[in-house]
């Protein structure tokens, strides 16, 4: 049996105590690929920002808020496991200075100076060893050409390509990327049939 981590859902970064940055992600894919894994007899572990989708009840889930917390919980659980497949999108960014009371309206602009977060798969894929990491690019444009910047930038050893339709949507489209370019496979339509042929994938390129 092998031992899965999965990042799944958004994060959220706030700005004061009642307002955040965050993105559309809906943890949908992180818990297909969580049913996927369980199907094949893997123990899975769900790290996953804050999502009204529910989970597989086999999985074990780890809820978290914001990016900081997931890299956290994530380095913390990673050490026990065999591969991470990163399917979150923590966000990139957090306020530079958080207010401790709500902002009130001043009928000015209001100026943020926002900072990067860390990277979660890149800062487990530079710690990985003997592990494996899969990693997911979402792109607007040069999906494949970023993608494999990203597979290499991050250590993993496979990249799910996708584009910005799938976030907040029941399907999905990707291309699964090997190191050297090759594209593995491709799969198109509900996000549980795309996540079952990742899964495959991910079976016979880095489990079996």
């Known amino acids: 049996m092998t031992r899965i981590l999965i990042t799944s859902g958004p994060t959220r970064q706030y700005l004061d105590p009642v307002r955040y940055l965050t993105n559309a992600s809906s943890g949908r ?3 297909a690929l969580a049913a996927a894994a369980l199907n094949l007899g893997h123990e899975v572990i ?5 999502v009204e989708v529910e989970y597989p009840r086999e999985a074990t889930v780890l809820p978290v808020v914001s990016t900081e917390e ?3 919980s994530a380095r913390e659980t990673f050490v026990d496991c065999d591969g991470l497949i990163g399917a979150a ?12 009371s709500k902002i009130s309206k001043t009928g000015e602009p209001l100026l943020l100076k926002l900072i ?15 592990r494996w990491v899969v990693g997911f690019a979402l792109e607007t444009e040069d999906h494949r050409l970023r993608a494999l ?13 996708n584009g ?6 029941a399907d999905n489209r990707v291309e699964i990327l090997a190191p050297d370019g090759e594209v593995l496979s491709t799969a198109a339509g509900n996000k549980t049939l795309v996540a079952e042929q990742i899964l495959s994938v991910i079976q016979q390129r880095l489990i079996d």
């Open 29 to 31: 894919m992180g818990a």
């Open 46 to 50: 769900v790290i996953s920002g804050p």
């Open 70 to 72: 997931m890299l956290s």
């Open 89 to 100: 999108a923590p966000c990139d960014y957090r306020p530079l200075h958080v207010k401790p």
């Open 116 to 130: 990067e977060t860390d990277d979660v798969v890149a800062i487990l894929g530079a710690e990985k060893a003997r």
């Open 149 to 161: 910047a990203k597979l290499e930038r991050k250590h993993c050893d496979l990249m799910i390509s």
């Open 164 to 169: 910005v339709e799938a976030m907040d949507s």
